[in-house]
């Protein structure tokens, strides 16, 4: 049985969104299929760690899968080209943030 797997084809970061508490930053990596091309959503989001070391920064930044509840479904979502899911993901970004 061959192993399927989807290409990345395009990255794209948004610019910071300003909110009440914080800025919140996403990434939008375009896939591409043999059904055609869809989207996933990451936050950038911060953690707090504990480190054995004093020269050690303890806060560290990482893209996570959004699955908060600003989320934009996009599960079964299926585009033609890469261009109509990046405007897809910008408008809903667009009309949760106004």
Same mark, same amino acid.
């Given at each position: 049985?061959?192993?399927r797997y989807?290409?990345?084809?395009?990255?794209?970061?948004?610019d910071v969104i300003d909110t009440d508490d914080d800025g919140l930053v996403y990434r939008l990596e375009v896939l591409k299929s043999s059904s055609g091309f869809r989207g996933e959503l990451f936050r950038l989001d911060t953690f707090s760690l504990q480190c054995s070391f004093v020269? +050690?920064?303890? %806060?560290?930044?990482?893209y996570v899968l959004d699955t908060h509840s600003h989320s934009i479904d996009l599960d079964e979502k299926i585009f033609d080209d890469?261009? +109509?899911?990046? %405007?897809?993901?910008?408008n809903a970004l667009q009309e949760n943030f106004s």
């Open positions: 049985m061959p192993i989807k290409e990345v084809v395009k990255t794209v970061v948004f020269d +050690s920064k303890p %806060d560290e930044s990482f890469p261009q +109509s899911c990046i %405007d897809f993901v910008a």
